[in-house]
Each structure stands twice: as structure tokens, then as C-alpha cells.
């Protein structure tokens, strides 16, 4: 596709830094390149220029790198202008670029925006792209360096050339059932195709909670009566004083998080408000809080101070629980072992901390063991794979003499496999996708 202006923006982190990147895309490209840096350097080749604004004065020396379309990024002329890192050379180096007519800064995801209607990524690929630029944990970026490789796009569209293949056998059967070029009954092979087809899609959807936790988290909430250790148990494992500790009960009225990195997977740790049965209205509006929020976790750790034991007022979940008794350090030796936990702690001594969170990584590290595996990366994904395993379905139990409405279902199902790589009608999506990349990307 042809753009009539050229963007421009700093596509390297905050200033001031040690060098900063300026990347220009369009047609007005060369043309910058001869007026600030004198001449358009040797494709892909680093080379030193200095630069100048229109006045002639030097804005800086820097490297600067020409990579001609429709072999760049965006599929269009791309330089780089890889200059110091300072806010004031950084500023004049744009205002000088935004001068020349046609060139304009870049919105967020403005570059991959062009990437895709050049045809260099699909929306798959796109997504995976912001997942990358945003991964914090080796989980999150392993699983967007498969997805951005391509994987699930080609997983995808396999799948829709089978529904395209499957729908065009059918027709054919249809259109020229007389000719004796064209295959007799084409049924028994198509449809046993496509019945496997409808339960691949199924079973790929189901592993998009382990996407989501990959990307989003495992959910760990912390729960418990007042005064039963779980602000302390959660500044334990944040490290720091996150949540204020007080003999008073009731002290924690709402949720707190902390996000970990154990065994490079997300963690986010909940402390939540104390439950019990006599309770203010503030306080119990915390509670409730605390209950919807167990009820949606991946794991639930149930404290009980084991030198105190207190009733609690227990909701129902149905998130897996490990009961852990705290207070450890102030049970004599004859107190041990009276009550059974799955784990005994004391956050003033760290008895028991270590095999806690060990437990706590093992179990986020088997709800993500699907990560080798291809996943659906997005909800949007789920939703229309939904959508084509439903039409597929149609398809395979309508009547078989209804084989035109039946090959309508086939082109439908391939339309939605074709929404999730952008192949078709997804103007809609594309300002919602490329608003989450930062201006230079």
C-alpha cells in the first residue's frame, strides 16, 4: 500500500539515554537523508554521517542506516538515525525531519500498522509483537517470540485452507456432479476431514487459560481470618513493607498485589481483607472483594495462626487451597505438628518460606506447561474459533441433501479463521490493536 506522507519518531527507550534511535518511514525518506545527512547511504550499512538542520548548523554526529522497500519493516523506504542520546539532540533532530514537507510523527503503532497493510506481518504476528515489546517474564517472551515467528499463524492458516479445500470438493461435487474429471462422492473423505478439523479447534481453544496466565499471571490470593499473618506472609514474599502489619484486626480492608517472577512466570499475589463474622460495613465490603477475588484464582492460600486459631467466616471457591499455618516461630515443641498443614511458616524466623514459594512456582509452572505447545494468544482468537468450530458443527450434522446451506457454513467458518489472521473485513480491530504499541513502533 502507498502512503502519501512519511512518519517519524524515537523508537529507542526515554531519554536521556546513551544513543537514541529516530526511525523515518515513507516516500520522503531519501529525500531526508540527502538533506540532513548529505547523501543516502549504502543499503543496510551502518555509516557515520554528520547531521544538519535546514540552516545548515550540526544537530549531531551519528550512524545512519538505509533499508529500501519493499525489504524494511514496513514494507516501505526506512532510515535510522542512530544519534546521542541527549533530550535537546533528540528534539532538533525531529523538529528538523518534521519540517520537511510530507513527514509527520508517528502515532502509536504507526510503523506496524504499515507492516500489516504491506502485507510484512498479519494481525496473529502483530499481536504478538505488542506481547513481545510488553513481555516482563521469560514465559511471557518465549511465548511471543513462537507467536511472532509464525506459528499460530500458520497453525490458522492451515486450518482455513482445509475449510477452503473442503468447501471447493463440495461445490464441485455440486456444480459439475455430470463431469468425469471431477471426483464421485467426495463426502466420506471431506467431511471425516473436517469432523477431525471441528475437534482440533476445540482442543486448541481449551489451552487459552494457560495463555492467559502466561500473559496475565497466575492468580495466587491470599486468605485467612484477622490477624492470621497474611499482610505479613505477603510483604515476605514481596520483599518490602507492601501492606501495613498491625495487631489490630481488620487492618487490610482491601485488595493489595504484587506481582513475582518465579521460574520466569508471572506471579500476582493477593492480600486480602480478614474474614470474620462481626464486621463493619467497610470492612465487610473488603471481604466480599476477598471472596470474589478466591473464587477467580489459580490457587488459594488458606492461613491459620497456629498459636491463635481463629473461626473465619469461609466462602465457597472452588480454586485449589493449600492450607498453611503461621506463626510457627511461637509454638513451643510440644505444639508441633498438633494441627495439619501443608505447610508451617513463620515470617519472622523464614521457617518454611522457601518450601512456600517452591510450591507456589512448581504449581504456575505446571499451569503453564502448555506454553510449548501453539495457544490461542487473545481472547478475539477464542471468540472466533468459537464461531467457526459452531459453523463447522452446523455443517457436519446438517441433512446431507443439504449440501449448499452446508458449503455456506464451510465459507462462513473460513471468514472467521480469516478475522483472526486479518485476511478479511477487520477495519474495525485495527486502531484497537495498534493503540497498545508505544509511537516509535
Known amino acids: 500500500m502507498h502512503f502519501q506522507d512519511s ?16 526511525r523515518l518511514s515513507g516516500p520522503q525518506v531519501r529525500f531526508a537523508l540527502e538533506t540532513i545527512a548529505g547523501d543516502v547511504p549504502e543499503a ?31 514494507g516501505e523506504d526506512v532510515a535510522e538515525f542512530h544519534s546521542h542520546g541527549g533530550r535537546a539532540v533528540v528534539a532538533a533532530l525531529l523538529r528538523t525531519l518534521t519540517a520537511i514537507e510530507g513527514v509527520r510523527q508517528a502515532d502509536p503503532g504507526d510503523f506496524t500498522r504499515r507492516a500489516f497493510l504491506n502485507g510484512k506481518l498479519d494481525l496473529v504476528e502483530t ?9 516482563e517474564t521469560e514465559a511471557q517472551r518465549r511465548f511471543a517470540v513462537r507467536n511472532a515467528g509464525g ?29 468425469s474429471d471431477v471426483p464421485g462422492s467426495v463426502s466420506d473423505v471431506v467431511w471425516a476431514d473436517l469432523a477431525a478439523l471441528a475437534q482440533e479447534i476445540e482442543r486448541h481453544a481449551q489451552g487459552y487459560h494457560a495463555a492467559e496466565i502466561i500473559r496475565d499471571g497466575f492468580d495466587v490470593v491470599i486468605l485467612g481470618a484477622p490477624n492470621a ?27 493489595l498485589e504484587v506481582s513475582l517472577d518465579l521460574h520466569g512466570i508471572l506471579v500476582r499475589v493477593t492480600d ?6 462481626a464486621a463493619g460495613k467497610v470492612e465487610a465490603i473488603g471481604m466480599e472483594r476477598a471472596k470474589a477475588r478466591a473464587r477467580s484464582a489459580e490457587l488459594v ?57 517452591a510450591e507456589i512456582g512448581r504449581r504456575a509452572d505446571e499451569a503453564t506447561r ?72
Request: glycine residues 8%; hydrophobic residues 45%; negative net charge.
Open 272 to 277: 486480602t481483607a480478614g474474614l470474620r463474622r
Open 44 to 74: 543496510r550499512m551502518a555509516a557515520l554521517r554528520r547531521l544538519r538542520s535546514a540552516d545548515g548548523s550540526v544537530i549531531d554526529t551519528a550512524l545512519v542506516l538505509f533499508f529500501p522497500g519493499p525489504n524494511s519493516f514496513t
Open 229 to 255: 499473618g497474611k499482610s505479613s506472609l505477603f510483604n515476605a514474599l514481596a520483599r518490602r513493607e507492601a501492606a501495613i502489619v498491625t495487631d489490630e484486626p481488620g487492618t487490610t480492608r482491601d485488595l
Open 370 to 441: 502448555q506454553a510449548g505447545d501453539i495457544l490461542p494468544s487473545r481472547l478475539r482468537h477464542v471468540e472466533l474459533l468459537g464461531e467457526a468450530r459452531e459453523l463447522l458443527e452446523r455443517a457436519l450434522a446438517a441433512d446431507a441433501a443439504m449440501t449448499e446451506l452446508r458449503a455456506e457454513d464451510l465459507r462462513l467458518a473460513a471468514d472467521r479463521l480469516g478475522r483472526i489472521l486479518g485476511a478479511v473485513d477487520v477495519e474495525d480491530l485495527l486502531d484497537v490493536i495498534f493503540s497498545q504499541f508505544c509511537i516509535g513502533k
Open 151 to 179: 506459528v499460530q499463524s500458520r497453525l490458522y492458516a492451515d486450518w482455513r485452507r482445509r475449510l477452503i479445500h473442503a468447501r471447493a470438493m463440495i461445490e464441485a461435487e455440486i456444480d459439475f456432479a455430470d463431469e
Open 7 to 22: 512518519i517519524v519518531a524515537l523508537s529507542s527507550g526515554r531519554l536521556p539515554s546513551g544513543i537514541a534511535v529516530v
Open 127 to 135: 499481536e504478538a509483537l505488542a506481547d513481545m515489546i510488553g513481555a
Open 301 to 357: 492460600l488458606l492461613l491459620e495462626d497456629m498459636a491463635a486459631p481463629a473461626e473465619m467466616d469461609m466462602p465457597d471457591i472452588d480454586a485449589p487451597l493449600l492450607r498453611v499455618g503461621t506463626k510457627s516461630d511461637l509454638l513451643g515443641p510440644e505444639g508441633a505438628g498438633e494441627r495439619r498443614y501443608a505447610f508451617e511458616i513463620s515470617t519472622m524466623t523464614g521457617a518454611g518460606l522457601e518450601k512456600l514459594v
